[in-house]
Structures are given as C-alpha cells and as structure tokens.
C-alpha cells in the first residue's frame, strides 16, 4: 500500500513539476508581452518576436512530449483526491488539444496572423474591407481545419469557443446571447424613445497627469496590492501576471477622464482576481485563473457593480474633485448618470456602455459564426454587420472602419473570443447579487470605502479556486445556482428604467 | 561536391537553430533580469526566481543536448569558413563548460549564493565578516570544485577567471596588473604629496528629475539610440539587452549629479556596444558581443576618454547650467578637474577615481587569485586586505564593511571577474589612441558634439565583429597591436601629472 501510494505521489509530482516549468515559461513570455506593450523599445520588436516564439515553442514541444501523456494515462487509471483530479483534467484537456493540432497548422496560422495585423490595420484605416478580406478567408479555412483536427464530430465554432471558455458549452453561450439580445433589443428602444437624456459633465481638458494620480487613487481606494502590482500605460490597456505580480494597464484620453476611471476599474478587477490565486499553487492549475468567462466576471463586477454604482461616487467623488477641481459642482447624481449613459449612437464596441455594449458582441458573434460553420462567405460581412447594427441598435454604420473593420481580434484569428465578454457581465450580475445576499450592508461599505469584505467574498468564493472547478461548478459553488441572465436582466431593467424614466 | 556542400550547410544551419533558441530564451531571461530590477514589485520575488532558474535550465539542458555535441564533432571535421569557424569555436567552448561540470555542483553553487546573498548583506550591515566566512569558505571550495571539472590540469584561478575573460589568459591579467600597481602606486603617491586639492564643485542639493534630464540631454548629445533602447533608474546601474534593444539604468544621488552623468555615459558605452552587433547576426555568437573585456573597454572608452575630458564638458557644460543654473559660475576647467579628482582617502571601488580604482581591482584580485589557489584561508582575508590598501593606497579601512566586503560579487560566486574592469580600462586607452590616429580631429569633434565618425570607428573596429575574433585577435585587428598597458599608463601618467601639478 506504501509503495502504491508512494508511486502515484511519483507520477503526480513528476507531472506538476513538467507543468510547473510550462508556466514558468509560459509566464516568462507574459512579462515579455507586458514588456513589449508598455515599455519596449520600438526597434525592439525583431528580437522580441523571436524570443516569444522561441518560448512559445518551447512550451509546446514541453507540453507535447511523449512523458506528459503517459503520466496523464497512468493518473487516470489512479485514485486521485479532488485536487489531483483537477490537475489532471486540466493538463489532459491541454495536452490533447495541443497534441492533436500538427505543428505545421500551428505555424501556418502563426504566419497568416502575422500577415493579417498590419492588413487588418491597413484596412481599417483605408476604409476598404477588400485589404483585409483575402487573409480573412485563409484564417476563417484555417481556424476551420484546426477546428477538425481537435474534434472532427463537433460544430468548428463550438470547438474554437471552448478555447476561451472551456466548459460552459457553446449552447449556453447561444442562449444567453440570444435571451440578451432579445430582452435589451427593446430596452434599449425604449431608451431611445425615452425623453431624458443624461448630459455628460466633462466638457473640458484633463491633463493626463493628473488622471494618472486618480487612477492611483482608485486602485488605492479598492484595495489593489501595490506590493505584487503596478500601474502603467498602454494603447490597449489590459492586466497580466501571476498571483505574485498581477499588473494592470490603463490608457488617458484629455476629453475623457471618466473614460480612464472605469478602464482603471475594469482592469483592476482582472488583476484583483490574479492576486487572489493561491500562493502555494503556483505555476500549477490551482494557481491559475479559470478561463475568459470568469476572468471577465471579475473585471465587470468591479467596474459595472462597483463603479456605476452610487455608493462608490459618493465615496470617490471628493477625491475626484481633489484631483480636477472644476467638477467642483458635479453632484454623484451627475456621476452616475454621466458614467451609466446610454450612447445611443454609438458604432464603437469599446465606447459602448453597459446595454448597447452586447449587441456589439452579439453581431460578431452571430456573423463569426456562421462565418466558421460556413453558412456565409467573408465577403458577405460587411453588409450583414451594417444591417444587423440596424436591427439591433437602430443604426446603421457610414463605414467598414467603425463597421466589421473595428476590432482586432479577427486578425489574431480569434474567433469564439467575442461571446466571452457578454458572459462575464452577466456572471459579474449573478456573482454580486449573491454577495449583496452574503454580505447585507455590502452598498453601505462601499459608500464608506470598505472594500474588504466584498474582496474577501470574491477571494474565498472565486479566486482561490484557481481551476479546481471546472466553470459551470464554480458559478454554482460560489452562488448556489446554475449561471442564469436573470440577474443581469433585471439589474439592467431596474437600473435603466430608473435611469431613463421607463415604465 | 554540391551534395557534401549542402550536407555541410544542413549540420551548421541546424547549429544555428540550435544556438539562436538558446541566445532567445537566455535573451529572455535577460528582459526578466532587467524587469526584476528596475519595474518588477517587490511581492513578485518568488515567482521571478522559478521563472528565471526554469529558463536557465532550459537554456542548459538545449546547450548540453548529446546534437549539440555531435553536431559540434561534425562541423569540425569539415572545412568551415571564418565565419563558421568562429561559430564553432564558440559554441565548442560553452558546450564543454556546461557538459564538464555535473549538473548537481551547478546546483550547489547556486543553492549556496543564494545563501551567501543574505549574508554578505548582513555581514556588510552589521560589520561582521564571521558572518560572511563559512558560505565564503564553501563558496571557495565548490568554485574550485568547478574548476577542477572544467580542466584539472590547469590553475583553478586561471580557469574561473576564464569565465569571464577567455582567449586573453591569466598571464596577461597578472602582468598587466602587476604592471599597474608598480607604475600607478608611485603616481598615486606623487598626487598624495601635492599640495594641489581640486576642488568638488558641487556642494547643492540636485534633484533627481532634473538629473534624469540632464542624463537624457547626455545620451540625446552622445548619440543613444532611443529607438532601440531606453533609460531607467535601477539601485546597481547597469545596461542589457540585444542589438534591437539596449537598455541603460543610471542611480541619482542628490548631493552628487556628477557621479549619476559619468555613470550614465558608462552604461551607455556598453549599451552602443550591444547596439553596433550586427542586426543580421542576431542570436548567433557572430550578432555577439565579445566578453567582459571588450565590454568594459567600450564603457571605459566613453566614460573616461570622453567624458572625463575637456573637450567634452567644452560642448556639454552649457546644457548642465541650463538644468542647474547654480552651477552658472563654474568653467570647463572646474569641471574638468572635479570629474577627474582622485580621491586619496576613498577605500571604495565604485567610488574610486581613474587612477585608485585599479588598486581597488588589484587587491581583490591578488586576494582572490590566492583564495581559489589555497594560499591563504578565508579567515586571513580581512587583515590582507587591510594590509594590501595600506601598501598600495596608503589607506587602511577600519571596518570590514569599507573593506573586503564592500563589493557583491563573491556573494554571487564570482571569482575572476574583477581583473577584467582593469583590463578593460586598459584596452580604451589603447582603443582610443588608434581611433585619435585614425580622426586626427577626434578631439574637436567632441568639443563640436560630433560623435558619428567615432561612433563609426568603434562599430567597424570593434563592433560589428562580435565574437568573429577572440579578445585578442580582435584587439590586434582593431589597433594593429598587441595588447598593451602603455597607452593607458602614457594617458594616465600625461593627464595627471598636468592636473597635480608634478614633475
């Protein structure tokens, strides 16, 4: 009995110490990618790409080595506890879908992106989808094939999806994006046809300085570990790390300093979650975040419950005018309706509030799919994006460029990434009404500035899991039901009817 | 014929592959090192070292693969151009530095420096050397255990020192600072018994952001390359990177704005080294620089030939009042002789003048030197050391935290590293010469902030052959000559007999 169990501990250590050093890898690369974004160099770019895919092959040939699948065969057969067994379900899941893609594939799409980044760029700014269209086609027929070789019996978009979002299963994504678009399609008319309208309260220029200041003054006031962070600048902005170093990004825009609060917000969230991840996990499953889902509940509960809430303007706002004294007449009222207005307006996905923000990524999704299921042809996009932006948002874009041309993730052939972003807002509404029922005064802490406890329910609840859940028992340990729209449906209803003086 | 010729190409190109993921993933390691300390938050530590050993054993494990060796054996036996010969050669040399030695030693030794690290601290805050002593002492035997694997025919000393330096040889080393002890103790002494005393022109308080500017008006005026490159603070200055991306740090001290520019134009000397190598050769040794030596003598070469002369602060001296107007009365000729004082009473290295600083160097290094030998114990080192500043310098520490603990790198097990910042310092004097024979008006093109011609002549000469030559053949090809301490001695005896005023 000794033996047996000394020789399954053997196996499991032999493998955790193999994954350790993927994700030390893999985490080496990540600081290379924050390095490159936030303070390389320009010229610094040949050496760098040859650095990331030199450790990004080296990560794969790690994963892919003959040992891993027999350690993962000779778990299997084990009896393992809990943990182990997450472990091994989630290096399983890995290693097969980087087994089963050959490496040419890998690489041909590895150089159809590189080609595709500046066309899509190029495209955009010439306004001329026909730029980037012919690389489109060759990454849609590429991803496809790459769909196949994971799993030739499934739906290819469905394979592609659970890259980002592993086990929530494509049909509730349908589900839930179609309920969304069905239930704030008329929300959003009634908004429209509504006569108030929410005036926007900055008119002036903020020097980006002084944003900078405020945006130390918002991770401060949330709790951000400045021990295992920090704040920089990047053109997109986004968070990146471990648990012992999680890093947040944010960008200044002179006319729009609520722009930057929010992007502050949203970004701490993500890196809050990093931070939570157990200590002692590190570089294993435990120690990592679940997937896109879950990692974007966290970013939304921070900046759409936290930060478009009242409570947290009538503790930050003095701060704010600290900071920008000629908002000195601004009321929270102002605030929160300046930073919860609805643009009705507006084409652009990353302007978008917190309503119109998911008909943006229920049209890519609708046409990204069908894309890969090839029940439409590429050149069939632009069209069907201007019309379903007429359906949905009773708009019509002028132009490709803030049409189908407007976001970059095609170009990475990113396809299933999209519906990711809706999923998490509504997991966020899920997560905070269960908080808002653990923790009953938790809208008067946040007027007093106490965040403690709410990061604390969000720690033991969500982060320290790590991966040992899979995604849908996470939703469920942590609220006690299967993943539901119904709580976002009905904070959104409340919160804009109110708003907008709906009946 | 063609068959052979391809087959021949096959085994080298493979080398190459070989060796550029190797340069990528140690280049890697580099951005880690380089983030560590100058952006990275504290909390981040543990992480960063796993993240760094992981690397670091990859990069060993690719090196000491039994292809390389084969592949190694093949190419030898071929007929190899220069280029290719020196590739070989060079890839040959590390190959069988990183096979000799077990991999449980190279983990010993790395187990006790990060001990020692600690406690050379504490030894050096505490002023106990007994601290210090045991690690010390195993440190010494393990290196010599290294060294032992490495050749055990051969001067352990010689061996550890050609770590750091390995085609000039140990002789070189010994009789080049023998030579600068017998020629620099006399001069030193005739400058201890001047009554000339320059003056320290700066007796502000200089704050650091202006310093920062001022240290970006220099490399802007030096000719730095921003798009490859940038500056930061870091607690140790120093400069890393590639080709693509040579960074530089610098430290501010308030009282002390000269120190923070000489240690800038020192870091920039070795980060325009980096940044001649040959874009086409990068990751192969040829896109390399050559070691320690050459290093130093590119940061010398600026540092002292051009920063620390009259020509240059006729050009800069203007843009250091502009950035600290209390400064308005001071000449060039002030500067001058601040930046060129000789400190007869510092027992600090990196505090050290031109001229002291190579006593500094010899004391270590005769001390080290006879450590690894097994002349002298550990425990004899505090009162040698003592003793040997007393004869060369006329000085005695009173404690051992200004005195045989003052520099890190023994804590790092890095014994034989210290000659090289003398022969270094050595081989720009020589280097210099060559360049004012070659741009006759070199001296008037400092004095007119014209830097491309000897910029130029430092990239064709020195440069653009990364390691095509070893050390000495490069120094040969550079200035015609053997390798010699007469310019140096020449230089050093001119310019200070001048400024003290000496017969």
């Known amino acids: 009995m000794a033996t047996e169990a000394a020789a399954e501990n053997a196996a499991y250590e032999e493998l955790l110490d193999n994954v350790k050093r993927i994700s030390n890898v893999k985490n080496a690369a990540g600081i290379l990618g924050w390095d490159q974004e936030v303070v390389m160099p320009e010229g610094g770019t040949p050496a760098r790409s040859q650095q990331r895919s030199a450790l990004s092959a080296i990560a794969h040939e790690l994963l892919t080595d003959d040992e891993m699948g027999e350690l993962l065969d000779e778990l299997e057969s084990q009896d393992l506890d809990d943990e182990q067994t997450a472990v091994v379900r989630e290096v399983r899941r890995e290693y097969e879908r980087a087994t089963r893609v050959p490496g040419e594939l890998v690489e041909e799409i590895s150089r159809t992106t590189s080609e595709a980044l500046p066309q899509w760029k190029e495209a955009k700014a010439e306004d001329d989808f026909s730029i980037f269209a012919p690389t489109l086609e060759k990454l849609v027929e590429q991803k496809r ?30 589900e839930m994006l179609t309920r969304l678009r069905d239930e704030l399609v008329p929300l959003i008319d009634s908004i429209r046809e509504s006569d108030v309208e929410l005036a926007a309260p900055f008119d002036g220029t903020y020097d980006t300085d002084t944003q900078e200041q405020l945006s130390r003054d918002i991770l401060d006031t949330l709790g951000y570990d400045w021990n295992r962070g920090r704040l920089d600048t990047a053109p997109h902005p986004f968070s990146s790390g471990t648990q012992f170093d999680a890093r947040v990004t944010t960008r200044f825009d002179e006319s729009d300093p609520l722009g930057a609060m929010m992007s502050t917000i949203h970004e701490f969230g993500h890196a809050t979650y990093t931070q939570g991840l157990p200590d002692e996990e590190y570089g294993t499953p435990l120690g990592q975040s679940r997937d896109l889902t879950a990692h974007e509940s966290q970013s939304r509960i921070w900046e759409n419950h936290v930060g478009r809430s009242r409570a947290f303007w009538e503790r930050f706002l003095p701060a704010l005018k600290e900071r920008f004294p000629d908002v000195e007449d601004a009321s929270v009222e102002d605030i929160y309706k300046a930073v919860n207005r609805v643009y009705e307006d507006n084409l652009i996905r990353v302007e978008a509030d917190e309503l119109t923000y998911h008909m943006h990524i229920v049209v890519r999704f609708e046409i990204e799919k069908a894309l890969i299921r090839g029940e439409i042809e590429v050149e069939d996009v632009p069209e069907l994006w201007n019309d379903k932006y007429e359906e949905y948002l009773g708009i019509r874009p002028d132009t490709d460029s803030e049409g189908c041309l407007q976001d970059i993730h095609w170009s990475h052939g990113s396809f299933g990434y999209f519906p990711t972003y809706s999923l998490g807002s509504v997991l966020a509404a899920q997560l905070y009404a269960k908080a808002e029922e653990d923790i009953p005064d938790l809208e008067d802490q946040i007027r007093n500035g106490e965040f403690d406890e709410f990061h604390d329910w969000l720690t033991s609840n969500v982060h320290q899991h790590g991966c040992l859940y899979t995604t849908d028992e996470l939703i469920e340990v942590a609220t006690g039901e299967e993943f539901t729209a119904d709580y976002f449906l009905n904070y959104a209803n409340e919160k804009y009817s109110e708003l907008y003086d709906l009946e």
């Open 145 to 174: 094939e790459y769909a196949e070789h994971i799993d030739p019996d499934k739906d290819p978009y469905e394979v592609l999806f659970a890259d980002y979002e592993p086990y929530l299963g494509i049909e509730t994504a349908e």
